[in-house]
Each structure stands twice: as C-alpha cells, then as structure tokens.
Nanobody, 121 residues
Framework: QVQLVESGGGLVQPGGSLRLSCAASGSIFSINIMRWFRQAPGKQREWVATISTVGTTNYADSVKGRFTISRDNAKKLVYLRMTSLKPEDTAIYYC???????????????WGQGTQVTVSS
C-alpha cells in the first residue's frame, strides 16, 4: 500500500507564491520519477513538471521560469515552488510518482488526492 499526500494549497493573490509538498508513505522500495499535474475546472488534467531521481527537471511551457520542482529522496518528498502566480494557475494540483513496492515488482504509478490552489484578488 502506497499513499501520496499533497499539502500547501490555498488562496493566493496574483503575483504571489506558494509551495506545495507531497509526501509518499507505505511499503515503498524505491521511488523513480515524480511529477506534478493540475486540473482546472472544466478542463482535462495537464502535466506541470517532472523530476528524476537525480534531479533532472522538465516543465510545461506555461509554468517554465515560474515554478520549481524539487525532491528529498531520503524523506520521500517532492515539492513544487510556485511564484508569480496567475489566475490561470487556479486548479487542483496532484502529485504523481512511479513507485516500486518490493524489489521484484515493476514500477507502478500512484496519485495523490490533490490540493486546491486558487489565485484570485
């Protein structure tokens, strides 16, 4: 059993900043790639950022230069630092990770329950 739990969402004014966290727990042998996605009302879920085990990062064009993904492998945490927030960043943000539960089992993708980010004045 693996759980991903996001935190750090909330209401912020345009131009403001937030840092989201996602904690992985359970019967984890290893965590490979970790990602953030988001889903705005009435829209499909979209990819935001990815980080590899060694810290290689990639970002969607819409957030590049404003968002920073990072991770703490020892603590099984992934973060999303969001700056210069815009109303169009309003969405539920989801954590996603490729997790291996025991050494002989292939990686499987797990999702968190999401955390709401609202950017509004």
């Amino acid at each position: 059993q693996v759980q991903l739990v996001e935190s750090g969402g909330g209401l912020v004014q345009p131009g403001g900043s937030l840092r989201l966290s996602c904690a992985a727990s359970g019967s984890i042998f290893s965590i490979n790639i970790m990602r953030w996605f988001r889903q705005a009302p009435g829209k499909q879920r979209e990819w935001v950022a990815t980080i590899s085990t060694v810290g290689t990062t990639n970002y969607a064009d819409s957030v590049k230069g404003r968002f920073t993904i990072s991770r703490d492998n020892a603590k099984k945490l992934v973060y999303l630092r969001m700056t210069s927030l815009k109303p169009e960043d309003t969405a539920i943000y989801y954590c996603n990770a490729d997790v291996q539960t025991i050494s002989t089992v292939p990686l499987r993708a797990y999702w968190g329950q999401g955390t709401q980010v609202t950017v509004s004045s």
